[in-house]
């Protein structure tokens, strides 16, 4: 288990040594291409260093890599923006957003699908600004006012993912917990539920309420969030909250066992129609 700085480059230098082999060059060959030394390449192929963004689109050029969605995906593992070198929206919040934070945005942001399973709280792409700011406030207890505002800020700005073209493909399973904690008062509550039940309405939104007559489940050891890249899995990754940081989890034998486990939940989970039935009845006694 690594941060996800570390993540990311190891992510990052693997993907290029793909594409080396694949574009039929060693490393030696690439490097002269490129006008280093070899051993350049061999740092940001295992992920020992850091590399910047001008290096990668050096090497996607010299491995005639002209997908632009995977130069794009390639060059926000570098810790970038696009291709074109604009900085993404929240580079904005560099000085507030804890670096861990910023990295799960930049994957959220290039994900194609993302599984996630809640059993506290309603996922951060559903979130009203009412609910956002109650959770946020109760995660940064004694935060000021403007920092709050930042914060809710930057999460609903992360729901324009669900809005892009094509949209990411969110898919979720909420524990009933998730649905009976009262966040924010009844009023706040309430208005949040009907949101769930507007989202759960939206083609590219799945969810599954696992109730509490599922009785114990794989997922009691806490939620987790696992991302999903359409232009190689090598990229998929699973992520873990915990009070101060987050960890990444990037090991095939990690990967599948989450992915299993994400399978179980939604097997014994409500379907999405009688979850979507579940939430607004929830609604209609909040």
Do not use: C, N
């Not at 999460?155 to 009262?182: F, G, K, N």
């Not at 599954?208 to 997922?219: K, Q, T, W």
């Amino acid at each position: 288990m690594q941060h996800g700085p570390a993540v990311r480059r190891r992510k990052l230098g693997a993907e290029l040594r793909a594409l080396r082999t694949s574009a039929g060059l060693t490393s030696g060959e690439a490097a002269r291409l490129a006008g280093w030394h070899q051993s350049k390449v061999s740092r940001i192929e295992t992920g020992t260093s850091g590399v910047k963004p001008a290096d990668v689109r050096l090497l996607l050029d010299v491995y005639g890599v002209a997908d632009p969605q995977l130069r794009e995906l390639l060059l926000v593992l570098s810790g970038t923006g696009d291709d074109g070198g604009r900085h993404h929206w929240w580079h904005a919040y560099r000085g507030v957003l804890p670096p861990t934070y910023r990295d799960f945005i930049s994957l959220e942001s290039q994900a194609s699908a993302m599984r996630t399973l809640e059993t506290t709280v309603i996922p951060g792409l559903l979130q009203t600004p009412e609910y956002a700011r109650a959770v946020t406030a109760a995660a940064t207890e004694g935060a000021s006012e403007e920092r709050l505002d930042t914060l809710v800020e930057v999460r609903l700005a992360r729901q324009d993912v669900l809005r892009t073209d094509p949209p990411l493909e969110l898919s979720a399973v909420l524990d009933e917990a998730v649905l009976r904690r009262e966040v924010g008062g009844p009023g706040v509550m309430a208005r949040q539920l009907d949101r769930l039940v507007e989202a759960a309405r939206l083609p590219q939104v799945r969810l599954r309420v696992l109730p509490f007559s599922a009785g114990a489940h794989i997922g009691v050891t806490g939620p987790f969030v696992i991302f999903s890249f359409s232009r190689t899995s090598d990229l998929d990754v699973v992520v873990l909250d915990h009070l101060t940081s987050s960890l990444y989890l990037e090991g095939k034998e990690d990967l599948r066992a989450y992915m299993e486990a994400f399978d179980t939940l939604s097997l014994h989970a409500l379907s999405p129609e009688d979850s979507l039935d579940f939430i607004a009845g929830a609604a209609a006694g909040a």
